[in-house]
Nanobody, 112 residues
Framework: VQLQAFGGGLVQPGGFLRLSCAAS??????MAWYRQAPGEQRELVAV???????HYADSVKGRFTISRDSAKTMMYLQMNSLKPGDTAIYYC?????????WGQGTLVTVSS
């Protein structure tokens, strides 16, 4: 059971990026995106349940959208109107059979 995040990069303020997380092995129930900025603790960005319910951190509501495919093998984070404060390493997380699984992270840098 593995998670692999990709899609990060450098983007200007106001721009957009789409992160992807590939899940291999067994399908996860809940999945989420977390992020960790330099010198900060890891924080929850968005979570999606097995039934498709979503929850967002207040700081990204209205700008970010979490989704997953019907096979539950891919998860996405569409990030619009990016701000310098969104700069962080973004990690995907999945919950399966009582265990937490983490991807390796992908760096998002928002800078002009």
């Amino acid at each position: 059971v593995q998670l692999q995040a990709f899609g990060g990069g450098l983007v200007q303020p106001g721009g957009f990026l789409r992160l992807s997380c590939a899940a291999s092995g067994s399908p996860f129930s809940s999945m989420a995106w977390y992020r960790q900025a330099p010198g900060e603790q890891r924080e929850l960005v968005a979570v999606i349940s097995g039934g498709g319910s979503t929850h967002y951190a207040d700081s990204v509501k209205g700008r970010f959208t979490i989704s997953r495919d019907s096979a539950k093998t891919m998860m996405y984070l569409q990030m619009n109107s990016l701000k310098p404060g969104d700069t962080a390493i973004y990690y995907c997380w999945g919950f399966y059979s009582g265990y937490d699984y983490w991807g390796q992270g992908t760096l998002v840098t928002v800078s002009s």
